[in-house]
């Protein structure tokens, strides 16, 4: 069973239709019907069903597919191994994090780890699905919160901190030591828009409050955010450290009583060999929050 065979056949999985798939590929439609029927041969079994126009797998399809991807990642492992062997400080990097939300904390740490490994290059990725990103393979590592353990997924926790109000230094309500919980729902809010981390959070925490918010503005970046506070628009909920990205700002963070709190966590394939560039950010990203 040769390689290139397992490559055709798994892409013929992913299009199940042999022209696309051929046009993926960059061969004929005669060869890969060919090169599929080897394989076939191979194997004792039919692997896919043609029903016309149609393609289907079959159950021996299903089953070769499942073991394939295993033996092409494997293989994958190996060369990013090999490979580290001749250089181990190169290569690209490519890191998820939290939009507009963590990219703040990352700055120092970016600079740093440039001028210590100046061959490696970072790619940061903004996303509110790190969990699936990493799982697609779409980066190496994450810097997500938290998240239910997938068998696929190592998370290692390496931060938390709390929420607090930021207001306008202009605000009726910057003179306040604490907000109290109850105060929440008078106040006019801007947060992020549903399904972004940071507003989930907020919204599973005003439960177990017995408090429902609803903002009057929802922007997807906390720049946005952060400049509708200054024009005195209205309060947002945020991590308290982000305070420090606008602290040339007329804008102050006021603590909340039993304020939200989030962890957050590196997350990465426990089934994929790690670079020794992801390693060493990893150990880096670790130390650089442990000092917050």
């Not at 990493?134 to 390496?158: C, F, K, M, Y």
């Not at 305070?243 to 989030?262: H, L, M, V, Y």
């Amino acid at each position: 069973m040769e390689l290139r065979h397992l490559h055709y056949f798994l892409t013929l999985c992913e299009e199940l239709h042999f022209s696309e798939a051929a046009f993926k590929i960059g061969i004929s439609q005669p060869t890969l019907s060919q090169q599929i029927r080897v394989l076939e041969g191979e194997v004792g079994v039919p692997l896919f069903d043609r029903l016309g126009k149609k393609t289907v797998q079959t159950e021996a399809g299903l089953i070769l597919q499942r073991y394939a991807i295993k033996a092409i990642k494997e293989l994958e492992n190996a060369q990013t191994a090999i490979d580290d062997l001749k250089d181990a400080y190169s290569g690209t990097l490519r890191v998820a994090v939290l939009p507009s939300d963590l990219d703040y904390h990352l700055t120092e740490l970016l600079v740093a780890f440039h001028r210590d490994f100046p061959s490696v290059h970072i790619e940061v990725i903004p996303s509110i699905d790190i969990p699936n990103k990493v799982l697609l393979n779409e980066v190496d590592i994450g810097l997500a919160l938290v998240e239910p353990a997938h068998s696929q997924l190592t998370a290692r926790p390496i931060f938390k901190e709390s929420y607090c109000l930021f207001v306008s230094k202009k605000s009726h309500l910057a003179t306040r030591k604490k907000i109290e919980i109850s105060e929440l729902a008078d106040i006019p809010l801007i947060l992020y828009p549903k399904g972004f981390y940071g507003r989930d959070l907020i919204d599973r925490w005003c439960l177990t409050q017995g408090i429902r918010v609803e903002p009057i503005m929802a922007p997807g970046s906390s720049t946005a955010i952060f400049q509708l506070i200054e024009a005195g628009v209205g309060a947002s909920i945020q991590p308290h450290k982000l305070i420090e990205a606008f602290e040339d700002r007329d804008i102050i963070a006021i603590p909340i009583e039993a304020a939200p709190q989030r962890s957050l966590a590196i997350i990465y394939r426990n089934d994929r060999y790690l670079s020794k560039a992801a390693q060493r950010f990893i150990t880096e990203l670790t130390d650089y929050f442990q000092k917050q």
